[in-house]
């Protein structure tokens, strides 16, 4: 129970390796930066570990089990409903889940960036700001209450920001943080009206305390919705959904490692986590349930069809990322939270494989990260390649690997779950031939064909161990990481729905999950029957028809994208949403800010005032100096003046009294 | 008792500090404006000593004795000032001396 009665103890690890390296770092070698940064995550790892095993013993009565550490913010104590927030950890299952990806995810990521960021300056600020990162994420994760997680939950963004721009010299980068705190922020707006809104409902903002209140008497179901759409707005912020999800791609100016940790694997799956954590207030509110399905399916189909013809490496997984969160809401919208948490954890896995694949890539060639000007690299870089195409099988949903599990329960809900829509199925299917499609016409892009750089300039070379150790580790768990699930083909129990089942089956009010039409089939049958489900059969379409555009007939997609000029230029300007969004709201702001706030209210009101005093007391002084004339007679006369009118004011007040 | 009344007194200071303040004001010599504040502090012992008697009451004399000790400080500070003008300025008119100005 070491863990367990210490749960501070996994915060604190990160946390002192953010506070060494940023306060002593800079003057320590690279080697001593490297052990810190690396260090804390890794013990936290182990602590992790630890806390799992311990967990394991736990009777099922102390679950969730709550750490109270201090009573944080306490108000109005002798009021009917005091506002009383304690900085409290809990674990359950879902907690556990998360703080096993985050923790694990995070580590490799960790190793992975001393051999990246080697040729970097800063490390020290880059460990700095990485540590403090998995600081907040793993206190937003294992908070037990709303306020605990806010906190998390805005580190998380500072951490983000402040790592988009580590280059912070290149504008670019410097401008990418800015929009991705702004972009969040709006989102984080309507979550905190979300959370007074929690507060003037049920008194409290404990996990247990609010779970325990809607069970026993739930309120209205139309306050149950506003609450829920307020918490998701939230998300939709924190996890790029639409039509929010604009500063995701522009993140990708942050360091690869970044891209991996923070905008593939784990910061941008809070927004998630949060729906799964709140579920039995979703769960209740249907209408709100619907939202969170359509905003999720929606984004995944639109963001693939982006996807299509993007031309930097890091760009395509970008919109990928923000295609899988939305079939990650899909799956929470029609009620599959452990299908959507799920999806999350194998998602943390194969994507940050990607983008550390990505990384190894544009390692190896120098910096370049436009997919048209590499080809040909599958023999020079075998280890990325390998693990790159072992994620991209994984993601593309082709069977055996983990993206397939997880996003066919995901889908079979969507079709056949307790809130089953056949329009929100259909988008996700197609959403995953396309994803098939841009996954696949990435590999093809940059592994085969001819090489389209100039060889002689650029010498293209596998990268050190430590960067290549994660990708073999991380390709592991994008082949296993779904096998939890795969009783589930064969009609079987989920392992990983089972074992969440405590946190979520207070969302499903009790009714079990439909016992699946082929029931009576046979086991073999049955699993025939899910290997050549539709999501296989467009995930194999995807690939096939990627290969024949890029591999066979490399003149192909040239013709095609000429024959569909209008639809080609539209993807490839991303629908022009950041150009839409620059004239509707970005413009329209800074002409007010400049010609209002600046010109108007800080230049008119706020100066004028200042200089207006100064003014003031210039002219009336330049006119009051000419009473000192030199002459004496004059001070004399004034005098008098002073002394005669003093004394009629006594007069007068003497006059009055009596 | 059969004595003057007070109001003889006071009006007799009034019309003696009127006489000092008109002169402080309107004469241009040093030494004879320095004779009016002289007046005027005069004048004000004048009215102390009146109201001392009037009430019977000992404040108002010991009042005069620091006006006359003030007084005698300053002519002493103000008479060595007007003797370092007369070196500077060989004048008595105060109107020459007006440099010290904005």
């Not at chain 1, 506070?19 to 001593?32: D, E, S, V």
């Amino acid at each position: 129970m070491l863990v367990l009665n210490h749960l501070w103890f996994i915060l604190a690890l990160p946390l002192a390796g953010a506070a060494i390296n940023g306060l002593f770092g800079k003057r320590w070698p690279q080697a001593a930066v490297n052990s810190v940064g690396v260090g804390s995550v890794s013990l936290a790892f182990l602590a992790v570990v630890e806390l799992v095993r311990e967990f394991a013993q736990l009777p099922a009565d102390k679950i969730p089990w709550v750490g109270n550490y201090f009573t944080w913010i306490s108000s109005g104590a002798s009021t009917a409903h005091p506002f009383r927030v304690d900085f409290s950890l809990q674990v359950d299952q879902l907690t556990v889940v998360m703080l096993l990806t985050v923790a694990f995810v995070g580590m490799l990521i960790h190793f992975y960036s001393t051999g990246y960021m080697a040729h970097e300056g800063g490390t020290y600020r880059f460990f700095s700001y990485l540590n403090l990162f998995m600081f907040f994420m793993m206190t937003l994760v294992m908070a037990a209450n709303l306020i605990v997680m806010f906190v998390g939950w805005e580190g998380v963004g500072l951490c983000s920001y402040l790592l988009i721009g580590f280059w912070f010299l290149k504008k670019t980068a410097a401008d990418a943080g800015k929009k991705a705190f702004i972009v969040t922020r709006l989102g984080d707006f309507g979550f905190t009206i979300g959370i007074l809104l929690v507060f003037w409902t049920f008194h409290s903002l404990t996990f247990g305390n609010i779970f325990a209140q809607i069970a026993a008497n739930p309120p209205e179901t139309g306050i149950l919705t506003a609450i829920c759409l307020l918490l998701f707005t939230g998300a939709i912020g924190k996890s790029a959904q639409l039509p929010l999800y604009v500063w995701l791609p522009d993140a990708m100016e942050g360091p690869t490692p970044v891209s991996a940790l923070i905008h593939a694997a784990t910061m941008v799956t809070a927004g998630v986590y949060m729906v799964a954590r709140m579920n039995p207030l979703f769960s209740r509110a249907p209408i709100a349930m619907l939202a969170v399905a359509i905003v999720g399916a929606v984004t995944a189909f639109y963001s693939a069809t982006i996807g299509l013809a993007q031309t930097d490496i890091k760009k395509v997984l970008a919109y990928s990322t923000v295609s899988q969160l939305g079939y990650m809401f899909l799956g929470c919208g029609v009620g599959a939270y452990a299908a959507g948490t799920f999806h999350l954890m194998t998602h943390a896995f194969f994507k940050g494989l990607l983008f550390l694949a990505a990384g190894s890539v544009i390692h190896a060639m120098g910096g370049e990260q436009d997919m048209r000007k590499m080809g040909g690299l599958r023999n020079k870089i075998p280890v990325t390649y390998g693990t790159m195409l072992i994620a991209t099988l994984a993601i593309a949903g082709i069977p055996g690997f983990a993206g397939f599990f997880s996003k066919d329960e995901i889908l079979e809900a969507a079709k056949s779950g307790p809130n089953a829509n056949v329009w929100l199925w259909l988008l996700g299917v197609t959403g995953a031939l396309l994803t098939s499609f841009y996954m696949f016409r990435l590999i093809f892009l940059t592994f085969f064909g001819k090489p389209r750089y100039d060889e002689r300039k650029v010498h293209v070379h596998e990268s050190p161990r430590n960067m290549t150790v994660p990708l073999m580790i991380l390709a592991f768990f994008s082949i296993f990481g779904g096998w939890f699930a795969a009783p589930h083909l064969v009609g079987g129990t989920d392992y990983f729905e089972k074992f969440l089942s405590p946190v979520f089956s207070a969302g499903t009010n009790g009714v079990a999950a439909p016992e699946s039409a082929e029931a009576s089939a046979t086991l073999g049958m049955q699993l025939v029957h899910a290997l050549t489900g539709l999501p296989v059969i467009v995930a194999v379409l995807g690939l096939l028809v990627a290969w024949w555009m890029y591999v066979r007939n490399p003149k192909l997609p040239k013709r095609v994208a000429d024959s569909m000029r209008g639809l080609y230029t539209l993807i490839y300007n991303k629908y022009y949403v950041d150009e839409i969004y620059t004239a509707v709201f970005v413009r329209p702001l800074l002409w007010i800010s400049t010609n209002v706030f600046w010109h108007g209210v800080d230049e008119g009101l706020i100066d004028g005032t200042v200089n207006g005093a100064g003014r003031v007391a210039r002219e009336s002084g330049s006119r009051l100096r000419e009473l000192q004339s030199g002459n004496a007679r004059s001070y004399a006369a004034w005098v008098v003046v002073g002394a005669v009118g003093f004394t009629v004011l006594l007069l007068a007040l003497w006059a009055g009294v009596h | 008792m059969n004595a003057v009344p007070i109001s003889y007194y006071l009006v007799l200071s009034a019309i003696l500090f009127g006489l000092g303040v008109v002169a402080f004001v309107f004469k241009r010599n040093i030494i004879t404006i320095f004779m009016a504040i002289e007046l005027m502090l005069n004048a004000v012992n004048l009215a102390f000593v009146a109201f001392a008697r009037s009430f019977n009451q000992l404040d108002g004399l010991i009042f005069v004795f620091f006006v006359i000790v003030v007084a005698a400080a300053e002519a002493a500070v103000g008479l060595a000032i007007v003797i370092a003008i007369v070196h500077n300025r060989q004048t008595l008119n105060i109107e020459r001396v007006n440099l010290l100005k904005f």
